[in-house]
């Protein structure tokens, strides 16, 4: 059975989803949960289904749903006089375009795209331009089944729990084809990434169930658009590329489905896009990547690193849920070293930090991975409905609308694998727009002001950090927090410099924390010379200037005003909602809690923090302080991996497309320091698994309530909270300082 559900519905005292990583408890506060206080009356929450718009000088809307008239994207603050036409979008959407080929929907669309506005005579003219793809083969008729009963991991029960109401036939905004805007959208940022500084992204299968394309196999500096199009798969090796493709093959005659993870890479890309603390570029990119359809993980450079190692091997495949990638290299083995090419530029000898330093470009290859899970919608089909294209699904537990368990014997035209259609949406969609919003006020602006944002975080609950590591202290600011919440210094363990007899005042909320311990002396050698790995290199590069003592700004000193903020949090939430995030330490190098020891449903924080590494299991927790005794003995470091859970969290949190839950908290994740690679749910372990073993089956609970049997949807689905809980993931890098130091230094420590 799966863990427990929140009792209670998408209500008035819902407030906003809230990331948390161990005690960095910070509110998400999604722009489409908006708490209005009328006067008179008592608190309204105004559900709508935003996020559908995504960026800030370079916007796109997308719009339409699988079985509308049609889909399509307006696009806002694209420059004008630059060269764009129909045939220029039309080359990526054929090859985003179902029917294709046998491993693709057998669904047949022209996806023929027509501009209405925003382009004269061929050139951009600076204002909104339209786009519209109209759909030409629907057949709702395959959906009858579907009205009042819930498919299994897919957005229609959480639809019909936030909105009441949902599309049935195709599934509506959570349908695949929603990636027609984005296509059409990334083809425009792709020309001007192209034109103005020759920025190149590329997108390849490198992984289809248990088929997996060794890395060393491709040349990222070398490869091209005609090697990974060479295939039906999208796969650059085309021995590689038959596998793959015969792993489809097995699972589509047997109706079932498979997932996969799709490399893209970001060549030339021009330093110093990205900004310190919230707006680190990799958590754009996070929260970008982890909005397309039937994503489950994300990762950068070396990610959860040592996948090689656990993921090549035969495992049982009902103990393939469980398995979560690796961080098995110390800091010495992880540090990207640098040195000056013949060019006179500063380079890195490797690229483990994935070109991103600081949450800033360093000029290498940025390198993301993406997790995609098998299709949700699956079936056997026999051999004459075959033929003719329709689909008889396969059997599976569910309940409908009304709260009755039934089987669901559904119909329609499904993709056995998302993979290689989706690294089309990588290749000319979010990452594009998402980087060129990046690049707008550079290329475009008559003077180039490079400002240190992105240090604050939140729409409605607001959160500034400040302060530096070795300045003269750190803090934050709250801004947005409800009047009369109990509140005292206590809860943060911090001075609050605003409080009245112990209630918020609906004013903002500064902490201050003082540093009382610095030595600037341990960094004369850094003063001039870089830090392998760490932010030195980009903040100098970027801004001229640096804190040289800590780190500044990328000192882990910053988190302090995140979790002095969550402290304020974690009332809100526990308060109104009856919210708990628990976050704990599953991994340490090379040290890996089992989850079947620990039970998410009566974890407390007392098991947590009964030691000083924060591993609820005490025999794994001693083992634990061993490697990292081990390890710092030698002046070295190690990384690990936390996993953090949402208990009782409100059913509905969340919006469809840009705006998706799990989105959101992939980018509130990947701003934390030391970051690498994110996970909801089964993540990277569930491309492994097929539909069928995959999928959440619905039931009645002896309340009532619409319950998931399993949990492999890590309590989201269609971007939008289930109940259940919510379950991620987050791998974390060696510490980038490292050192041999002699004996009676340590001694003195």
Same mark, same amino acid.
């Given at each position: +059975?799966?863990?427990s559900l929140s009792a209670r519905p998408f209500s008035t005292k819902a407030l906003s989803a809230v990331a948390s990583l161990n005690s960095d408890l910070r509110s998400l506060s999604p722009g489409y949960l908006r708490l209005?206080?009328?006067?008179?009356?008592?608190?309204?929450?105004?559900?709508?289904?935003?996020?559908?718009?995504?960026?800030?000088?370079?916007?796109?809307?997308?719009?339409?749903?699988?079985?509308?008239?049609?889909?399509?994207?307006?696009?806002?603050?694209?420059?004008?006089?630059?060269?764009?036409?129909?045939?220029?979008?039309?080359?990526?959407?054929?090859?985003?375009?179902?029917?294709?080929?046998?491993?693709?929907?057998?669904?047949?669309?022209?996806?023929?795209?027509k501009i209405f506005s925003g382009v004269s005579e061929g050139l951009t003219t600076g204002t909104p331009i339209h786009v519209f793809v109209p759909n030409t083969d629907q057949r709702g008729n395959d959906y009858s089944e579907?009205?009042?009963?819930?498919?299994?991991?897919?957005?229609?029960?959480?639809?019909?729990?936030?909105?009441?109401?949902?599309?049935?036939?195709?599934?509506?905004?959570?349908?695949?084809?929603?990636?027609?805007?984005?296509?059409?959208?990334?083809?425009?940022?792709?020309?001007?990434?192209?034109?103005?500084?020759?920025?190149?992204?590329?997108?390849?299968?490198?992984?289809?169930?248990?088929?997996?394309?060794?890395?060393?196999?491709?040349?990222?500096?070398?490869?091209?658009?005609?090697?990974?199009?060479?295939?039906?798969?999208?796969?650059?090796?085309?021995?590689?590329?038959?596998?793959?493709?015969?792993?489809?093959?097995?699972?589509?005659?047997?109706?079932?489905? @498979?997932?996969?993870?799709?490399?893209?890479? @970001?060549?030339?890309c021009p330093r110093g896009l990205g900004s310190p603390v919230f707006d680190k570029l990799e958590a754009e990119l996070a929260k970008a990547v982890m909005s397309l359809p039937a994503t489950k993980g994300f990762q950068f450079?070396?990610?959860?690193?040592?996948?090689?190692?656990?993921?090549?091997?035969?495992?049982?495949?009902?103990? +393939?849920?469980?398995?979560?990638?690796?961080?098995?290299?110390?800091?010495?083995? =992880?540090?990207?070293?640098?040195?000056?090419?013949?060019?006179?530029?500063?380079?890195?000898?490797?690229?483990?930090?994935?070109?991103?330093?600081?949450?800033?470009?360093?000029?290498?290859?940025?390198?993301?991975?993406?997790?995609?899970?098998?299709?949700?919608?699956?079936?056997?089909?026999?051999?004459?409905?075959?033929?003719?294209?329709?689909?008889?699904?396969?059997?599976?537990?569910?309940?409908?609308?009304?709260?009755?368990?039934?089987?669901?014997?559904?119909?329609?035209?499904?993709?056995?694998?998302? @993979?290689?259609?989706?690294?089309?949406?990588?290749?000319?969609?979010?990452?594009?727009?998402?980087?060129?919003?990046?690049?707008?006020?550079?290329?475009?602006?008559?003077?180039?002001?490079?400002?240190?944002?992105?240090?604050?975080?939140?729409?409605?609950?607001?959160?500034?950090?400040?302060?530096?590591?070795?300045?003269?202290? @750190?803090?934050?600011?709250?801004?947005?927090?409800?009047?009369?919440?109990?509140?005292?210094?206590?809860?943060?363990?911090?001075?609050?410099?605003?409080?009245?007899?112990?209630?918020?005042?609906?004013?903002?909320?500064?902490?201050?924390?003082?540093?009382?311990?610095?030595?600037?002396?341990?960094?004369?050698? +850094?003063?001039?010379?870089?830090?392998?790995?760490?932010?030195?290199?980009?903040?100098?590069?970027?801004?001229?200037?640096?804190?040289?003592?800590?780190?500044?700004?990328?000192?882990?000193?910053?988190?302090?005003?995140?979790?002095?903020?969550?402290?304020?949090?974690?009332?809100?939430?526990?308060?109104?909602?009856?919210?708990?995030?628990?976050?704990?330490?599953?991994?340490?190098?090379?040290? #890996?809690?089992?989850?079947?020891?620990?039970?998410?449903?009566?974890?407390?924080?007392?098991?947590?923090?009964?030691?000083?590494?924060?591993?609820?299991?005490?025999?794994?927790?001693?083992?634990?302080?061993?490697?990292?005794?081990?390890?710092?003995?030698?002046?070295?470091?190690?990384?690990?991996?936390?996993?953090?859970?949402?208990?009782?969290?409100?059913?509905?949190?969340?919006?469809?497309?840009?705006?998706?839950?799990?989105?959101?908290?992939?980018?509130?994740? +990947?701003?934390?320091?030391?970051?690498?690679?994110?996970?909801?749910?089964?993540?990277?372990?569930?491309?492994?698994?097929?539909?069928?073993?995959?999928?959440?089956?619905?039931?009645?609970?002896? =309340?009532?309530?619409?319950?998931?049997?399993?949990?492999?949807?890590?309590?989201?689905?269609?971007?939008?909270?289930?109940?259940?809980?919510?379950?991620?993931? #987050?791998?974390?890098?060696?510490?980038?300082?490292?050192?041999?130091?002699?004996?009676?230094?340590?001694?003195?420590?």
């Amino acid at each position: +059975m799966a863990s427990s559900l929140s009792a209670r519905p998408f209500s008035t005292k819902a407030l906003s989803a809230v990331a948390s990583l161990n005690s960095d408890l910070r509110s998400l506060s999604p722009g489409y949960l908006r708490l209005a206080l009328r006067p008179r009356l008592s608190k309204r929450l105004q559900i709508q289904a935003a996020g559908s718009t995504y960026g800030n000088h370079f916007r796109v809307t997308t719009y339409g749903e699988s079985h509308g008239g049609g889909v399509g994207c307006v696009i806002d603050g694209c420059p004008p006089r630059i060269p764009l036409s129909e045939a220029d979008m039309q080359v990526d959407l054929d090859r985003r375009r179902p029917g294709q080929s046998r491993i693709t929907t057998p669904r047949k669309e022209t996806d023929t795209c027509k501009i209405f506005s925003g382009v004269s005579e061929g050139l951009t003219t600076g204002t909104p331009i339209h786009v519209f793809v109209p759909n030409t083969d629907q057949r709702g008729n395959d959906y009858s089944e579907m009205s009042l009963a819930y498919r299994p991991s897919h957005a229609d029960a959480t639809y019909d729990m936030k909105y009441g109401v949902r599309s049935v036939q195709g599934g509506g905004r959570s349908s695949a084809r929603e990636t027609i805007g984005r296509v059409a959208s990334g083809a425009v940022a792709k020309k001007i990434l192209k034109d103005f500084s020759g920025t190149e992204i590329l997108a390849y299968v490198s992984q289809v169930h248990k088929v997996i394309l060794p890395e060393d196999l491709i040349n990222h500096d070398t490869l091209t658009i005609g090697q990974i199009e060479s295939n039906i798969v999208r796969c650059p090796d085309p021995e590689y590329a038959e596998k793959m493709i015969a792993a489809i093959d097995a699972v589509r005659v047997r109706g079932d489905s @498979v997932g996969g993870v799709v490399t893209c890479i @970001v060549r030339n890309c021009p330093r110093g896009l990205g900004s310190p603390v919230f707006d680190k570029l990799e958590a754009e990119l996070a929260k970008a990547v982890m909005s397309l359809p039937a994503t489950k993980g994300f990762q950068f450079g070396s990610g959860f690193a040592g996948t090689e190692i656990c993921l090549s091997c035969d495992f049982d495949l009902t103990k +393939m849920v469980q398995i979560k990638q690796r961080t098995f290299l110390t800091g010495s083995e =992880h540090n990207d070293e640098f040195y000056i090419d013949e060019h006179g530029r500063t380079r890195t000898r490797t690229n483990r930090s994935g070109g991103i330093q600081g949450g800033i470009s360093n000029g290498e290859i940025i390198n993301m991975r993406i997790a995609f899970k098998p299709t949700s919608t699956i079936g056997v089909e026999e051999e004459d409905q075959r033929a003719n294209e329709a689909a008889s699904l396969k059997k599976q537990h569910t309940v409908t609308r009304d709260k009755k368990e039934t089987e669901l014997i559904a119909r329609g035209r499904h993709d056995p694998c998302v @993979v290689p259609r989706e690294q089309v949406c990588l290749l000319r969609g979010d990452p594009a727009p998402g980087l060129h919003v990046r690049l707008v006020p550079d290329i475009f602006a008559d003077a180039i002001y490079l400002l240190a944002a992105g240090n604050t975080y939140g729409n409605h609950f607001r959160v500034t950090t400040f302060g530096e590591s070795y300045g003269g202290g @750190v803090g934050c600011v709250i801004d947005g927090c409800p009047p009369r919440i109990s509140l005292s210094e206590a809860d943060m363990q911090v001075d609050l410099e605003r409080r009245r007899l112990g209630l918020t005042t609906g004013t903002p909320i500064h902490v201050f924390v003082p540093n009382t311990d610095q030595i600037g002396n341990d960094y004369d050698e +850094m003063l001039l010379a870089y830090r392998p790995s760490h932010a030195d290199f980009t903040y100098d590069m970027k801004y001229g200037v640096r804190s040289v003592q800590g780190g500044g700004r990328s000192s882990a000193r910053e988190t302090i005003g995140r979790v002095a903020s969550g402290a304020v949090a974690k009332k809100i939430l526990k308060d109104f909602s009856g919210t708990e995030i628990l976050a704990y330490v599953s991994q340490v190098h090379n040290i #890996i809690l089992p989850e079947d020891l620990i039970d998410h449903d009566i974890l407390t924080f007392g098991q947590i923090d009964s030691n000083i590494v924060r591993c609820p299991d005490p025999e794994y927790a001693e083992k634990m302080i061993a490697a990292i005794d081990a390890i710092q003995v030698r002046g070295d470091s190690i990384g690990g991996v936390v996993t953090c859970i949402v208990r009782n969290c409100p059913r509905g949190l969340g919006s469809p497309v840009f705006d998706k839950l799990e989105a959101e908290l992939a980018k509130a994740v +990947m701003s934390v320091p030391a970051t690498k690679g994110f996970q909801l749910g089964s993540g990277f372990a569930g491309t492994f698994l097929t539909g069928s073993e995959h999928n959440d089956e619905f039931y009645i609970d002896e =309340h009532g309530r619409t319950r998931t049997r399993t949990n492999r949807s890590g309590g989201i689905q269609g971007g939008i909270s289930n109940g259940e809980i919510i379950d991620m993931t #987050i791998a974390f890098k060696p510490t980038a300082t490292i050192g041999v130091e002699e004996e009676d230094k340590r001694d003195c420590e």
